[in-house]
């Protein structure tokens, strides 16, 4: 069950720029902003952002993230074939008193 | 590094209870909440529950008739029982850690993931 709103999915080419969104309300996203996760076919996700959007060490600096009122966007430059995956966005709603997630992006790169 | 691993029955029938178990090593479970999450095939994350090192436990509203969450911390160990399965509940399951208390808080760490099916 998806709570917060992504594009199903996303086309670049090599080397190009992707930008991700997802998209809440005041009682998720709009509050306390939403953290992102990468998943490769077959694994676990990985955290990419917090949500204060610090990066964990170990993540390339090609991935940035931000926000603006409800909606976060994940950007990605220079793209490479092993950021061909599925992008996850998580917060926790107030209102429902559970963590969200978006139904995922699948990002392909050309 | 902290590092989770879990096990458990992968194949279930109908109306059965699925037992998962998660192991905590390199670390211990103050300051955090402990989480179980689960993804149908070809489908998005869906949140089940957590529990903290006090054993103060949260559930999704959707699923919290049918699941328990406890923690063995002698073992380093929580775990996940969800009743009355069905078909439904097919999918990938996945331990996972956020911060306790903290507003930035997010799922950092991840169990390798459990395939449970469900089928008569």
């Known amino acids: 069950q998806a709570g917060l709103t992504q594009p199903p999915s996303v086309s670049k080419g090599l080397r190009q720029t992707a930008t991700l969104t997802c998209t809440g309300n005041?009682?998720?996203?709009?509050?306390?902003?939403a953290a992102w996760l990468q998943q490769h076919q077959g694994h676990p996700p990985k955290l990419l952002f917090y949500?204060?959007?610090d990066r964990p060490s170990g993540i390339s600096e090609r991935f940035s993230a931000s926000r603006s009122g409800n909606t976060a966007s994940l950007t990605i430059t220079g793209l490479q074939p092993e950021d061909e995956a599925d992008y996850y966005c998580?917060?926790?709603?107030?209102?429902?008193?559970?963590?969200?997630f978006g139904g995922g992006t699948k990002l392909t790169v050309l | 590094q902290v590092q989770l691993q879990q096990w458990g029955a992968g194949l279930l029938k109908p109306s059965e209870t699925l037992s998962l178990t998660c192991a905590v090593y390199?670390?211990?479970?103050?300051?955090?909440?402990w989480n179980w999450i689960r993804q149908p095939p070809g489908q998005g994350l869906e949140w089940i529950g957590e529990?903290?090192?006090?054993?103060?436990?949260d559930y999704n509203p959707s699923l919290k008739s049918r699941v328990t969450i406890s923690l063995d911390t002698p073992k380093n160990q929580f775990s996940l029982k969800l009743t009355s399965l069905t078909a439904a509940d097919t999918g990938v399951y996945y331990c996972?850690?956020?911060?306790?208390?903290?507003?930035?808080?997010?799922?950092?760490?991840w169990g390798q993931g459990t395939m449970v099916t469900v089928s008569s």
């Open positions: 996972a850690r956020h911060e306790l208390g903290s507003d930035s808080a997010a799922f950092d760490i």
């Open positions: 390199g670390g211990s479970f103050s300051g955090y909440f």
């Open positions: 529990i903290s090192h006090s054993e103060t436990t």
């Open positions: 005041s009682n998720n996203v709009g509050n306390l902003g």
């Open positions: 949500r204060n959007n």
């Open positions: 998580s917060s926790w709603d107030s209102s429902l008193i559970t963590w969200v």
